[in-house]
């Protein structure tokens, strides 16, 4: 009990510690790599403002269109399922909002917890469903990179990690605890590294895309 209960206060202090500057010193790199790529100077007259096309690219490009639904429903019914799910309970569990609020000062209202409960379970079936179509699948087989492997593995983790603790499935508590909070932990660490970058990426190539071609007129 004593050895979980330090590896609990290691995973909330030191490892919480190196854990965010990792991701706050990563995430700031890959921004300046971002901001300091430049963009030419444009000196045509704009045939409609820059904002309206990079708001609703944003939009468009994160909303499935009916042609890849078509051609991938198992993707994208799937895909939408999990992430919603993991990003629901990562911003609306009653301790992840108290942590938030702990760093930054401020939070909101969180979800009950018998919805955040429901939400982790569809999120994990929805992983192991995502896996399994990567594995049977020939073409996503061929294409997949240890990096997938890894980046989903990382995912499945704090959310298996997360429901066990919860539902207190691994004994002692604190070692339950701290194996999942270890997991968000290498999340964190992993996300400016890796394809989990696409976090914040995503949202900045797709406002840039939008920019650009509705300072044409033209929707992206």
């Known amino acids: 009990m004593n050895g979980a209960m330090e590896f609990l206060l290691w995973t909330k202090g030191p490892m919480l510690n190196l854990a965010l500057g990792v991701f706050a010193l990563g995430v700031g790199v890959r921004l300046i ?5 430049g963009r030419a100077k444009n000196y045509a007259d704009p045939r409609a403002p820059e904002w309206i096309g990079g708001a609703r690219t944003v939009l468009s490009r994160t909303l499935p269109d009916p ?3 078509q051609r991938a429903p198992f993707d994208v019914l799937v895909g939408w399922i999990w992430h919603i799910g993991f990003i629901l309970v990562l911003l609306f569990f009653v301790p992840h909002v108290e942590l938030i609020r702990g760093i930054l000062g401020f939070a909101w209202p969180a979800l ?3 919805v955040v409960d429901f939400l982790t ?3 994990i079936l929805g992983l192991i469903a995502a896996l399994v179509h990567r594995l049977t699948h020939p073409v996503k087989r061929y294409l997949s990179t240890a990096e997938d492997y890894l980046v989903w593995a990382v995912v499945f983790m704090v959310a298996l990690t997360g429901y066990l603790s919860y539902h207190r499935l691994i004994s ?3 070692l339950a605890l701290g194996m999942h909070i270890l997991s968000a932990e290498i999340f964190l660490i992993l996300i ?3 394809r989990l970058s696409h976090l914040f990426t995503a949202f900045i190539a797709r406002w840039y895309t939008g920019t650009h ?3 044409k007129g033209v929707e992206a």
């Open 172 to 174: 002692p508590y604190p």
């Open 33 to 37: 790599e971002i901001l300091i790529l």
């Open 112 to 114: 009950p917890t018998p």
């Open 192 to 194: 400016p590294f890796t």
């Open 213 to 215: 071609f509705g300072r």
């Open 121 to 123: 379970a569809i999120t």
């Open 67 to 69: 042609g890849t639904f």
